[in-house]
């Protein structure tokens, strides 16, 4: 969803209670900070309450912005609406009002405002699904939050599961449990011979990427839409002497995937680690993008080719059958595998197929 507008409320605490009964003061305060950090100044307007309180009212040209104050409880309420997706001013100027009001504390609260509500909270990522759970993860630093052209990208650094990178807030890498994601996506390929020519689709992270590397596979490529996650976790997830982008037999290919699948390469494995909804970024329902995504992918693989596959969550049961019915299609040797990846907080699905062979002995 395009957001129209950042609505910020802040709450802060233990402020200076002189402050918070001087009406014509605080509309100097605010003033000036809206003039300090970018913002456009239509109008302002105080009123005093009895026995106490206070309410601010500026207009700005991008909407308003709203203070009310309990200087019997020294503490004060804020409201600013801006018609932004770039709220990193508005934060600047939250921390200009806490310092002049003297608060000791703060809590914030970003809700995006358009077609839907979209909370975001300062100390936790969100994480939803569709099938009715949500999962909060705490941010003990919030390292990067910023769109690229295709998705909202956030890594943050979590108390028990490392660094973590989110892609429009749907998990994508854990520290902690990459090693096992990645060996289940992985472990197919080993049972087979002569895989030599491997494709990753997604999976930008480098997570799938690096574990690759510790075969003797001839020739990997990674082909990922988003040219900022591939950078991102460059700088944020691997040491500079270890970069899995970087070796002499790996090619990085920014493009869409299904474009990416219409050259009809012949490869001995294919790795599809896509994000949770590929089909937002094309004009698709999601059964039609899989049913053609995983013939192309199909046309692709060598004789016997291998197709590695990250699905759904284990209670996600309506993609999960989905899936198995257009594999079911297009491949043989169908098997689908349950492991808990504990920064998920609940057991996730893979599936291994192989390309299904004609009776006459031809591919298609």
Known sequence: MITQGVQILAEMQNCSPVLLSNCKKLEIILGRGIKEYG?????IHGHTFEPYGVTIIAIISESHIAIHTYPETQHVSIDVFHCSTKPHQLYKLLDFLKLQLEAKEIKLLEV?????????????????????????????????????????????ENDIFGKMLFLDGDLQLSESDLLLYSQTLVECLKRKESVNRVAILGGGDGGVLNELLRYNFKQ?????????????????????????????NVKIQIEDANRFLENNFEYDAIICD???????????????????????????????????????????????????????KYFSGVEFKSVFIPSYCEPWIFCFAIKIKINNGSNK
């Open 39 to 43: 913002l456009n100044l239509i109008d």
């Open 112 to 156: 995006c405002r358009g077609n839907e509500l979209e909370a975001k909270d300062n100390d936790y990522i969100i994480s939803k699904a569709n099938y009715g759970i949500e999962i909060h993860y705490h941010i003990k630093n919030n390292i990067i939050s910023k769109r690229s052209r295709y998705q909202k990208i956030d890594i943050i």
């Open 220 to 248: 990997i490529t990674l082909v990922d839409i988003d040219e900022e996650v591939v950078s991102l976790s460059k700088k944020y997830f691997y040491k500079a002497n270890e970069h899995p982008f970087e070796r002499p």
């Open 274 to 328: 896509l994000t949770m909804f590929p089909e937002e970024l094309t004009n698709k329902n999601r059964q039609e993008f899989y049913d053609k995504i995983l013939l192309k992918i199909k046309k692709c693989l060598n004789r016997n080719g291998i197709l590695s596959m990250q699905c759904c969550s284990a209670h996600d049961l309506k993609t999960k059958e989905m899936l198995l019915k257009i594999i079911k």
